[in-house]
């Protein structure tokens, strides 16, 4: 592996206005004192401010500063990479603040300007990924916060993610090169919604501006569920939001509480997640259970029973001021505030229950009241008594999906919804916890058993996994999810042939599925069934994933790539590979694809060999990266670097009959014709029906 830290020079480019916004602003204005600084690109287009075109196109057809007087004075100002425009710099000043200012004078502190510039962007990106590292997320988010504190952005919430993908290496060589790739693969797959900033070790921080709580926890579901898709062992993800209405606190807190919730993710499981939210405000959490002393006033009550009802009850419009509660016709009642309370039923049945519930709403619909329940019965399915507490309030919770004045009984549904909590927030034991509970309850339900699996699947689990998508399909073979979610799962356990018969099958109900359409077109390569594959990929391309474009049409230009190759379709193959690069830069398999392609259609064999090395030397552990560049080496006649090659690709994968041909037909074109021979009798030692092995035995036999 070559050296892993780039240390060269950085050149500033126009995409830099963007990355750098902050600091290049703060720069302008320690040399130039302004109110406000832009900045615009060298080249014409894009929108501009009507009132700063005609200054803008006077720099770049001249390259020199121009000053534009009026109530708001405009200095525009050239900035350099070194004799070539890079951006214009318009600066918001107070009248006659540079009219007077020598053009030289302006030029030359924009020399300077820029020469700082450069040497920002030069500290700034981290050596190993080439993205920015922590000072830069730090400025992002102390000016997101003081934003929010000023008020100047309308109160507009963001999220901050720290992201771990922790590297399991041998090495530090290994880890670093796994870390450069997560960074290529982060920047490819998210980078049109946020930059990624590598804080060292596998940490990346992503700011998110303009979400949520809810939609930041979906992304990083959906992000954690891509990592793992594609070959990562481990990644946690930790939150913290900034919501429309809190006050800002400072950065360091701000960051720390972000790293405290990844810390909790560590613990949760192998791809995990955790919202500093959901820690810090337990007391609002949806299944929070009541204060200690209703569990004292209610033990009072049922200490003697055998058999009761538990009813709790929720004053549907409790924000419009006092609630008017009917009588309990006796009942005893436990209030946990004023908007709800327990009420106890002894001996009472679910018919007697319901009954009690409706006269209850009936009499509170006199007086213009509406209230929900939610209802259990005890004893129930070996739930101790205490546990009826937190029922009831999954049972309101599934009262919740039917409106005000709803009442529901607590079943293996209310566990669904309890679990589905637990799982969005991403506390995965306590979900499938949840779902288990609901399964002895409801052991037919097919969401429950999807639910379940799914999560054990998230934890790795997947020998316990499969048998509840099968059982899912014993009852409904043509659920989707089921059949989906199980070939994912046999995909993981390596059961390739598994994994691709289900997904067929899922194909069958739904066929705009963009993950089933890539998955199936990666499985149709690998198994030769390369117009099939076209086919799928094809679909996949027209589809295309809600919020992970990018890197999602790289993956689907890389196996297109791949499967045209395999139909002979070269141009074809290069074209999408090409795009693969463009998408993903370090996309090892692509880049070795079209290193080979580039030998054998003659377009630049340095080219090549060029791409074969990079391919090895961002995935060292892929056999098939080694083979391509044995292949090209020979190509290339360079036989003794393609032996070793074909050596560390067999270190790999020893058993690989491919190789092994590819190894003797190297002996035989060195006149190695013994140990060409040799390899071709140790192809038919673990592969008898190996045509190639016999067919090029009897030919060395009659040589």
């Known amino acids: 592996m070559s050296f892993p830290f780039d240390l060269r020079s950085k050149k500033l480019d126009e995409v830099d206005i963007d990355l750098f916004s902050l600091e290049f602003a703060e720069i302008v204005s320690l040399f130039l004192p302004c109110r406000k600084v832009h900045f615009a690109g060298p080249h014409p287009g894009g929108d501009l401010h009507a009132a700063w075109k005609a200054g803008i196109e006077m720099v770049r057809n001249a390259q020199k500063p121009v000053v534009d007087g009026g109530e708001v004075e405009h200095l525009y100002l050239p900035l350099w990479d070194g004799e070539t425009l890079f951006c214009v710099a318009i600066l918001d000043n107070p009248p006659d603040t540079y009219q007077d200012s020598s053009s030289s004078m302006l030029l030359e502190k924009s020399r300077l300007i820029s020469a700082e510039m450069a040497r920002v962007k030069q500290f700034a990106l981290d050596s190993v990924t080439g993205l920015p590292g922590g000072p830069m997320l730090h400025n992002r988010l102390q000016a997101l916060l003081q934003k929010k504190r000023s008020q100047e952005n309308g109160n507009t919430p963001f999220s901050l993610l720290l992201l771990e993908i ?25 980078g049109h919604l946020f930059t990624p900033c590598h804080l060292g070790s596998g940490i990346f921080g992503l700011l998110w501006e303009g979400v949520g709580e809810a939609q930041t926890m979906k992304m990083a579901d959906l992000l954690l569920r891509w990592l793992k898709r594609e070959g990562f062992t481990r990644s946690q993800i930790g939150i913290r939001s900034c919501l429309s209405e809190e006050q800002a606190v400072a950065g360091e807190v701000f960051m720390s509480q972000a790293w405290n919730a990844l810390g909790v993710a560590r613990k949760r499981g192998p791809f995990a997640l955790c919202s500093h939210q959901a820690l810090s405000n337990r007391s609002a959490h949806p299944l929070c259970p009541p204060p200690a002393r209703v569990f004292v006033e209610l033990r009072r009550v049922w200490q003697d029973s055998d058999g009761f009802a538990l009813l709790l009850v929720h004053a549907d419009h409790s924000d419009e001021g006092i609630v008017s509660w009917p009588d309990t016709a006796g009942a005893p009642l436990v209030r946990i505030d004023e908007h709800e309370a327990f009420v106890y039923l002894e001996g009472a049945d679910r018919q007697s229950a319901e009954a009690w519930g409706r006269d209850f709403q009936a009499r509170a619909a006199a007086g213009n009241a509406s209230f929900s329940l939610g209802i259990v019965l005890y004893p129930d399915h070996g739930f101790k008594k205490v546990e009826m507490v937190g029922n009831c309030r999954k049972a309101l919770l599934h009262t919740g999906f039917y409106g005000p004045g709803s009442m529901t009984v607590f079943d293996g549904v209310s566990l669904n919804i309890s679990g589905d909590i637990y799982y969005n927030e991403g506390d995965l034991a306590r979900a499938a916890k949840e779902y288990h509970l609901g399964l002895q309850l409801d052991p037919a339900n097919i969401n429950l058993l999807n639910s379940m699996a799914v999560t054990l699947a998230q934890m790795n689990l997947y020998r316990k996994a499969i048998p509840l998508f099968q059982q899912a399909l014993a009852l409904e073979p043509a659920n989707f999810m089921a059949l989906y979610n199980l070939g994912f799962a046999y995909l993981a356990m390596g059961e390739e042939g598994n994994a691709m018969e289900n997904f067929e099958k899922a194909l069958a109900e739904q066929d705009d599925n963009f993950d089933l359409l890539l998955q199936l077109g990666k499985l149709y390569c690998k198994a030769g069934r390369f117009a099939d594959a076209v086919n799928v990929l094809r679909r996949g391309e027209q589809v295309g994933p809600g919020g992970v474009r990018d890197i999602s049409h790289g993956a689907v230009h890389r196996f297109l790539g791949e499967a045209y190759k395999g139909l002979g379709e070269n141009g074809k193959a290069m074209s999408c590979l090409q795009k693969a690069a463009r998408h993903n830069p370090r996309d090892a398999a692509a880049l070795s694809m079209l290193g080979e392609l580039f030998l054998l259609e003659r377009q630049g064999d340095d080219i090549a060999l060029t791409l074969c090395r990079q391919a090895v030397e961002l995935d060292e ?21 393609a032996l070793r090659a074909l050596r560390k690709a067999l270190a790999l994968d020893g058993r690989n009959s491919r190789l092994f041909a590819r190894l003797g037909a190297l002996y035989e074109k060195r006149g190695n014709t013994g140990l060409a021979e040799k390899m071709y009798r140790k192809i038919l030692r673990f592969d008898p029906q190996c045509r190639e092995a016999t067919e090029r035995l009897v030919a060395l036999q009659k040589i």
């Open 621 to 641: 552990d892929d056999w098939r990266h080694w083979s391509r560049l044995a292949a090209v080496l020979t190509g290339l006649r360079e036989y003794d670097d």
């Open 166 to 190: 922790h590297p399991r290496a041998r090495d530090g060589e290994q880890a670093l090169a796994i870390i450069a790739r997560s960074a290529a693969f982060l920047d490819s797959l998210i």
